[in-house]
Each structure stands twice: as C-alpha cells, then as structure tokens.
C-alpha cells in the first residue's frame, strides 16, 4: 500500500492551496481518511478526517477554511485550504486506515503561508 500526496507549495497569506492524496494497492476498503500535520518545534496535530460515508471532522483553527473530501472511486482524499494563515505553515500528511491492513502515512508535503 502506497500513500502520495501532491499540491504543497509555497503561498502567500489569504491564499489558497488544494492537497491532493492517492491511496494505490492491494486495498480491499477504506474506511477513515484524514490530514494530519506538523510545524517546526510543535506536535503531529489531526487537521481533518473524512469516513467512508462522507462525515467530516475538523480542529477548530481551519473551520470554515478548510474541506476535506473524498473519491471512493479512485481511493482518493482532497483537501481544499482557502484563507491561508501564518500559522497553516507545517509539513502536511495524508493519512488511511486501510481495512484489515491498518493506518497508512504518506511521506508530507511542505506548506508554506508567507506574509
């Protein structure tokens, strides 16, 4: 099982950014997906999850910034981060818990919110 992420980059603050994830493999079924991440100094934080049947959760500082979706078609999880701030800056990874096989992590993609 593979996990990629695609669309970080480097933005100025009010921006927008859309991360892109691909879960390839012998995959039987997915059930949660989500996006985690991290900043320099700071702790792995849950930004936002999405299950199979499309109920979503997300950490307070992105409501209403942020969404996450989901293709069950192609494995695949988006997340659409609108009004970027300062504070957005962090590595972010895509995470999916496979069935039967267990939680799987793409390796990050660098986000960047500059002033």
């Known amino acids: 099982v593979q996990v990629g992420e695609s669309g970080g980059g480097l933005v100025q603050a009010g921006g927008s950014l859309r991360l892109s994830c691909l879960v390839s493999?012998?995959?039987?079924?997915?059930?949660?997906m989500g996006w985690y991440r991290q900043a320099p100094w700071n702790e792995r934080e849950l930004v936002a999850t999405v299950t199979r049947d499309n109920t979503t959760t997300y950490i307070d500082s992105v409501k209403g910034r942020f969404t996450i979706s989901r293709d069950n078609a192609r494995d695949a999880v988006v997340l659409q981060m609108n009004s970027l701030k300062l504070e957005d800056t962090a590595v972010y990874y895509c995470?999916?818990?496979?069935?039967?096989?267990?939680?799987?992590w793409g390796q990050g993609t660098q986000v960047t919110v500059s002033s």
């Open positions: 493999g012998s995959i039987f079924d997915i059930n949660t």
């Open positions: 995470v999916a818990d496979v069935v039967v096989l267990g939680r799987y």
